[in-house]
Structure formats: C-alpha cells, structure tokens
C-alpha cells in the first residue's frame, strides 16, 4: 500500500521573528497617504491656464469639482446626496407564494421542553 503524502503548502509558514509578520497593524504609510490626499483634494482647484477656477464667486476646491461632475451622471448623483444626507431607507416586501400572505409561526421551546420532561422516561427518546 502506497502512502499517501501531505497535501502541499501553499507559501511559506511564519516563523518566530519573521519579518513578515504585522504586528502593528496598519501601516503608517496608509495615513499618510490619506493625509496626502485630503490635502491634495482641498487645494485651490486649476484650470489649463493654470489659473484658480471660480465658481459663484468662490475659488473651487478640488473636491468641489469631483463632486460637481459626479452631479452629471445619475449613479454618481445618487452616491453623492447619500454621502450628503445619508442612504434613504429601503423597503423590502416579504410574500408567501404567489403573493399570498406570509405567515410567521412562532415555536414555543417552553411548551415542547415542558411537554418532553412530562412524558414517562420510556418514551422520551433519550440515548444513553
């Protein structure tokens, strides 16, 4: 009879002091990444002529105009008033078959438990 071998690893096992290992969590470069561009997005936005872009009498931010050409498409617009007012609350209609009537029954765990425990200990299915 031939032995059969272990299924193969897949990688290499962490060792004690592997390097490998994140112990800290997440890494710092992903704040500093996020605080780049969080300061990125609320610079004074450019056009080609490399003058600031006034919108309303105002120069326009970098965000405001992502988010003012987001208005132009209807997935975007959408994403853009849940982030603003949050996402409106969707119903869900729950139907038996065929549109009929759904029915909930509730099962009574007391009243089979008291009815289990009442019955003669010959006809209580119990293994042992």
């Known amino acids: ?10 990688g ?7 390097p490998r290992i994140n112990r800290k969590g997440r890494p710092r470069s992903f704040d500093q990444l996020r605080k780049l ?3 990125i997005l609320g610079e004074p936005a450019k056009g080609a002529d490399g003058q600031s872009i ?10 405001e105009l992502i988010l003012r050409s987001a208005m132009k498409h209807p997935h975007f617009a959408r994403w ?16 038996g078959r065929e549109g009929a009537p759904f029915k909930v029954q ?3 765990y007391y009243a089979a438990i008291a009815d289990i ?4 200990e010959s006809d209580r299915g119990e293994r042992g």
Not at 1 to 10: A, F, G, L, S, V
Not at 83 to 92: L, Q, T, V
Not at 117 to 120: L, Q, Y
């Open 1 to 10: 009879m031939e032995q059969e071998k272990p299924p193969r690893k897949i």
């Open 12 to 18: 290499r096992p962490f060792t004690k002091g592997d």
């Open 37 to 39: 561009a969080l300061s």
């Open 54 to 63: 006034v919108i309303d009498g105002h120069i326009a931010t970098n965000v």
């Open 80 to 95: 853009l008033i849940e982030i603003a007012f949050g996402k409106p609350p969707e119903r869900i209609e729950i139907t």
């Open 106 to 108: 509730a099962f009574d």
């Open 117 to 120: 425990t009442s019955r003669p």
